[in-house]
Antibody
Framework: EVQLVESGGGLVQPGGSLRLSCAAS????????MSWVRQAPGKGLEWVSI???????YYADSVKGRFTISRDNSKNALYLQIHSLRADDTAMYYC???????????????WGQGTLVTVSS | SYELTQPLSMSVALGQTARITCGGN??????VHWYQQRPGQAPVVVIY???NRPSGIPERFSGSNSGNTATLTISRAQAGDEADYYC?????????FGGGTRLTVL
């Protein structure tokens, strides 16, 4: 059974840093497209970042330069390092895996339950 | 960057048909996926690649994609269908979501 379990969220002051973790089971993170999606309270879904099975990474413009996605194949885990946190980064952060035979087909087949990041002084 | 437009909200009477639209420039050229998010839960895919239903999703859920509009159709709406629905496409190494539609079942 596929499972994604996020951790690392919490209350952090503006300008602070945080590292989110996602423990995966039931499949190999290194073989999949993995992504972070966030959702501000009462708002819609916002894609944050993706890492390809080959290791390439991409980011939403709103987080470029502040967020870094990475993975640890030995731990079968996905990470999101966040720096220079702002109030508008407050959101539930979901770890997701994507599937699809071709890049243009990619959709999210599994979601974690999310970890809440609150940025406030 | 590519943009997807959804109505903010809509309502449907119990047992009737809801059609949720997702607009985008020549969206017909893209694969559109739909997610359902119930309150307090993570999203779940209900339609992938325009008109495919994952196992476990009722046949009442269907999708179509033509021109500049993709549509999620929910037939014989039930109280349990009340949720937020998001369309999604892939564009230039990014995942793009629509703004979401809140469906109310009356």
């Amino acid at each position: 059974e596929v499972q994604l379990v996020e951790s690392g969220g919490g209350l952090v002051q503006p300008g602070g840093s945080l590292r989110l973790s996602c423990a995966a089971s039931g499949f190999a993170v290194r073989s999949n497209y993995m992504s972070w999606v966030r959702q501000a309270p009462g708002k819609g879904l916002e894609w944050v970042s993706i890492i390809y099975s080959g290791g390439s990474t991409y980011y939403a413009d709103s987080v470029k330069g502040r967020f870094t996605i990475s993975r640890d194949n030995s731990k079968n885990a996905l990470y999101l390092q966040i720096h220079s946190l702002r109030a508008d980064d407050t959101a539930m952060y979901y770890c997701t895996s994507l599937t699809g035979q071709f890049l243009e087909w990619l959709w999210i087949d599994y979601w974690g339950q999310g970890t809440l990041v609150t940025v406030s002084s | 960057s590519y943009e997807l437009t959804q109505p903010l909200s809509m309502s449907v009477a119990l047992g009737q048909t809801a059609r949720i639209t997702c607009g985008g420039n020549n969206i017909r050229s893209k694969n559109v996926h739909w997610y359902q998010q119930r309150p307090g839960q993570a999203p779940v895919v209900v339609i992938y690649r325009d008109d495919n239903r994952p196992s476990g999703i009722p046949e009442r859920f269907s999708g179509s994609n033509s021109g500049n509009t993709a549509t999620l159709t929910i037939s014989r709406a039930q109280a349990g269908d009340e949720a937020d629905y998001y369309c999604q496409v892939w564009d230039s190494n990014t995942v793009v979501f629509g703004g979401g539609t809140r469906l109310t079942v009356l």
